[in-house]
């Protein structure tokens, strides 16, 4: 993947380690030449320079980019700019960090493909697993349903899922089981585990110790999900 980082505070500078550490080409870009150094040897380009020059960003080829993101927050002048810049441009998705929520109003008007609030978007994970203990994984779909991912409760293991009738009891579809699984050396002793996905299950399947539950369920039958034991 190609991705262009523009703005190498704490949020920018991290995405953009993690991006290279997966072997992504990442091109960074930041007006501060102390931030931009340390990506000299690891960046696939380092540009000191402003985002609000749209020479530069031409220089970028932007359009033939996978993604970019505008990791500026303060300068909420700078983000617009920069970013109403990548859009006439031809940038194909466009992320940008926004510092409140008027500056997420403006960077959507404009056309921003993704706007995100990193500190405000990862409370609400924190929080929602300090309401859901015992979900692992959640992702809304629409307003009335959930992908959720569970870990097996005891009461499941050894029974399939015909003999379990989640859907008749708690209108839950199981739509895939992640199966932890031993790796042996060749002594036969336990080395490390791998996850494998099962998908779809069938009636016949049954659920093992260890087994984790992608499920859809509706969102008002998550409490009672939780209880199961
Ligand atoms: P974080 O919380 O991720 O540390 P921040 O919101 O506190 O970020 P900002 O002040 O928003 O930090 O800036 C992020 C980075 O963007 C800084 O390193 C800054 O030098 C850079 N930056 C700001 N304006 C421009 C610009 N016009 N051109 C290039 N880089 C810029």
């Given at each position: 993947m190609q991705v262009a980082v523009i703005g190498l505070g704490r949020f920018g500078s991290s995405l953009a380690r993690i991006l290279i550490d997966g072997g992504h080409e990442v091109i960074v870009v930041d007006k501060n030449e102390a931030l931009v150094q340390p990506f000299e040897n690891l960046a696939e380009q380092a540009i000191i320079g402003d985002a609000t020059d749209e020479t530069l960003l031409r220089s970028l080829g932007v359009?033939?980019?996978d993604a970019v993101v505008v990791?500026?927050?303060?300068?909420v002048e700078a983000s617009v700019l920069a970013c109403i810049s990548l859009i006439e441009l031809g940038a194909k998705y466009v992320i940008a960090k926004a510092e409140n929520d008027k500056h997420a109003k403006i960077l959507k008007r404009i056309g921003v493909h993704k706007v995100i609030q990193p500190e405000r978007d990862s409370a609400k994970v924190i929080a929602e697993h300090l309401i859901?203990?015992?979900?692992?994984e959640r992702i809304d779909i629409g307003e009335n349903h959930s992908i959720l991912e569970i870990k097996a409760p005891?009461?499941?293991?050894?029974?399939?899922l015909k003999e379990l009738e989640l859907t008749s009891r708690y209108?839950?579809?199981?739509?895939a089981i992640k199966r932890r699984e031993a790796i042996l050396d060749k002594k036969g002793e336990i080395r490390g585990y791998k996850d494998t996905i099962?998908?779809?299950?069938?009636?016949n399947t049954t659920i093992l110790e260890h087994d984790t539950l992608i499920i859809l369920s509706q969102k008002d039958r998550i409490r009672e999900i939780e209880r199961w034991k």
């Open positions: 359009q033939d980019l990791a500026i927050g303060d300068d859901h203990p015992k979900i692992e005891s009461s499941f293991w050894g029974k399939t209108g839950v579809l199981v739509i099962i998908a779809p299950p069938s009636a």
